[in-house]
């Protein structure tokens, strides 16, 4: 996914009155609402804050080993590879995944 | 100013470079013309026949996802950010697209579904699957207007033709796109964008190539770079909680890895229509796979000259601008109109697969969904073959008309992007439990949809909640929380559903009931 399918840009200033109606409500939602949210959240914010990097890396190369763990030994071959059009290595999608995420997994391991 | 750093870029394009463009359209247009042939029927032109190999599904599944702007984006926040900015190809893909492949692909694809809202609807009730279609559907038309202005603004920048205007080309491009959609269908919207990665790898990896030969390679860049004050951090792909970019590891690792990656792979429309449109659940996996190794290479393509500029143009105001004038600094002529059909490419396949997306919506959701409820039976697959054409045309025409409104109407275009935003975290909390828990009803998801995005909407509007300036990532992950919470509680508070009604549409009894595994193909036949 890339960023821009999940963010959305800088608002523009406040041109029209649409632009205006989201300012107005997004100021009115902050004056109730950060002090309490902050209340909630800044004590788990303490939790990670100074975390050692390696900590980081545990986390994010843990999530690609743990898949690759999963799709290769928790979930069946036959359910894996189901409707595959030949016999062989080459065909097997337990072998693919392990491909397709290594190198997602060297480049977290180190430029992390 | 992007209008002007377009022309810069622009600039000194040669007749080679026009011909290379005249040839990339002319051929992207008989291409999807061509598979016009192969629609018979509403599952030829929503689902291509179900035809579609391994290769052409992950290739059309990268190509749609890299959008309109992300080339200049990516780029940009390169130059500004570093590496951190590649996280939405690499831990934003792999991960959830393994998910994808082995946990709602194929359940989908044993379900007898084609869209998202299709499996709400059945699974919950009419509420949450017109809910999320009408906000996918409206998002999807704004999203089609802005890119097809977004496409004529860089072509009347680059070609400046005397007496041709931006809204002669965004007719230009609704006709070249409306006629091989309209035509093709999925299949060639697929088959199109097959040709179009070829063309932006060529492209990317041309502009990448010469960009680091002028720095004088990767190693020399790397160092230069980190030895430059206030860029320490440009090669970490991990920051640490309390930085004040967009990218900390945790946000990172559970916002955008575990929630919103696999939410927009298992619940984005043009992801899930072109996996079910595999002519094997094997080819449907192995796409989804194959896309995530090929999104490996997407930065290498892309951010690089966001990185070479760093150094070759260290003052820029604004990192989007460094792409664009790359282009006109490294690129000679013949490969700076490869370079254009590249963004080309990535324009058109971002605008033929909101069309062809939007015109599913709204076919087989909202218009489906509709007729369902008056006349009390499913419309005729030639009436969706005929309704599914007839709204690929007038989204196109709307698209077209409305572009030049929508080009200064810029909250518009925020607003609606902030909306679907909202949903995200939301709709993949009540996406994954309804696959997930058969105890999930109706009116825990009703709940945990509507309090989810009123929750995600304070996230989003209280400051200074979290330690990064645009905490966004945090937010998908909390409201996911939230949302699930929700759904859960407001579910054991309520009356199960009947068998039933979930025979076939939990994820437990569709992989192992063998019974219900007959009900099923039966359902699709």
């Known amino acids: 996914m890339e960023e821009t399918d999940v963010v959305a840009e800088a608002a523009a200033p406040a041109q029209d009155g649409l632009g205006a109606l989201m300012s107005s409500v997004s100021g009115w939602i902050n004056e109730i609402f950060s002090g309490p949210l902050q209340s909630i959240f800044h004590p788990i914010d303490r939790m990670f804050v100074g975390a050692d990097p390696s900590v980081f890396k545990f986390f994010a190369v843990g999530l690609f080993v743990s898949t690759i763990l999963w799709v290769m030994f928790i979930l069946k071959k036959e359910y894996v590879n189901i409707d595959q059009p030949k016999k062989g290595l080459i065909y097997d999608l337990r072998l693919w995944t392990l491909i397709s995420m290594s190198p997602h997994m060297i480049i977290y391991w180190i430029f992390s | 100013m992007e209008d002007q750093l377009i022309q810069s870029a ?53 190509v749609s996802d890299i959008g309109a702007t992300d080339f200049m984006t990516l780029s940009g926040a390169g130059y500004k950010y570093g590496i951190a900015a590649a996280n939405f190809d690499w831990i934003g893909s792999m991960p959830a697209m393994a998910f994808a492949a082995f946990i709602f692909i194929p359940y989908f694809w044993r379900a007898g579904v084609f869209t998202i809202p299709e499996f709400l609807g059945k699974r919950y009730n009419a509420a949450v699957q017109l809910i999320h279609a009408s906000i996918w559907g409206v998002f999807l038309l704004v999203m089609l207007a802005v890119m097809l202005w977004l496409t004529a603004s860089m072509l009347d920048g680059v070609l400046q033709i005397e007496g041709i205007g931006k809204n002669h080309y965004v007719w230009g491009i609704a006709v070249v796109a409306g006629i091989y959609t309209v035509s093709g269908g999925l299949a060639a919207v697929v088959m199109t964008d097959v040709v179009q990665l070829v063309v932006m790898f060529v492209g990317g990896a041309a502009l990448s190539i010469l960009c680091l030969a002028e ?30 970019t967009p990218y900390p590891w945790t946000g990172i690792v559970f916002g955008l890895g575990i929630v919103m990656a696999t939410g927009y792979m298992a619940g984005n429309q043009a992801v899930v229509q072109r996996t079910l449109g595999a002519r094997t659940e094997w080819d449907a996996k192995g796409g989804m796979l194959f896309a995530g190794f090929l999104k490996v290479f997407i930065p290498a393509l892309v951010m690089v000259p966001g990185l070479a500029a760093v150094i070759i143009l260290p003052d820029l105001q604004n990192g989007d601008d460094a792409a664009p004038l790359m282009i006109a600094k490294v690129l000679p002529p013949g490969l700076k109109g490869l ?81 679907l935003a909202m949903f995200q975290g939301p709709v993949f909390a009540i996406l994954l439990l309804g696959i997930m828990w058969k105890r999930a009803t109706q009116w825990g998801a009703l709940a945990g949809l509507l309090l989810g995005v009123c929750f995600t909407t304070i996230l989003y509007n209280s400051e200074g909640v979290f330690p990064s300036q645009d905490p966004f990532l945090f937010v998908a992950w909390w409201s996911f929380v939230f949302s699930s919470v929700v759904t859960a509680i407001v579910s054991l508070l309520t009356p199960a559903e009947p068998e039933e009604k979930i025979r076939g549409l939990v994820f437990g009894q569709v992989m192992q009931d063998g019974d219900v595994q007959r009900v099923l193909q039966e359902r699709v036949e």
Request: charged residues 15%; proline residues 2%; positive net charge.
């Open chain 2, 339 to 419: 370079m254009f059909a590249a963004l080309f490419a990535a324009l058109m396949s971002s605008v033929d697969s909101t069309l062809n997306s939007a015109t599913t919506i709204w076919t087989s959701d909202i218009y489906g969904r509709c007729f369902q409820f008056i006349n009390k039976k499913r419309p005729s697959e030639r009436s969706l073959l005929i309704l599914g054409r007839t709204c690929t045309v007038v989204f196109i025409l709307i698209g077209a008309y409305f572009a030049r409104f929508l080009a200064g109407k810029e909250s518009m275009y925020t607003f609606v992007q902030t909306a």
């Open chain 2, 215 to 244: 720095v004088g390679g990767w190693t020399k860049m790397t160092e230069t770079i980190l030895a430059m004050p206030g860029h320490e951090n440009h090669f970490t792909l991990l920051l640490p909680h309390d930085s004040e």
């Open chain 2, 10 to 62: 622009g600039s000194g394009l040669h007749a080679i470079d026009i011909a290379i463009i005249g040839i990339y359209v002319v051929g992207t247009l008989a291409l999807g013309t061509y598979f016009g042939k192969y629609v018979k029927s509403a599952g030829d032109f929503f689902v291509a026949g179900k035809a579609l190999p391994f290769w052409a599904i992950g290739m059309s599944v990268v």
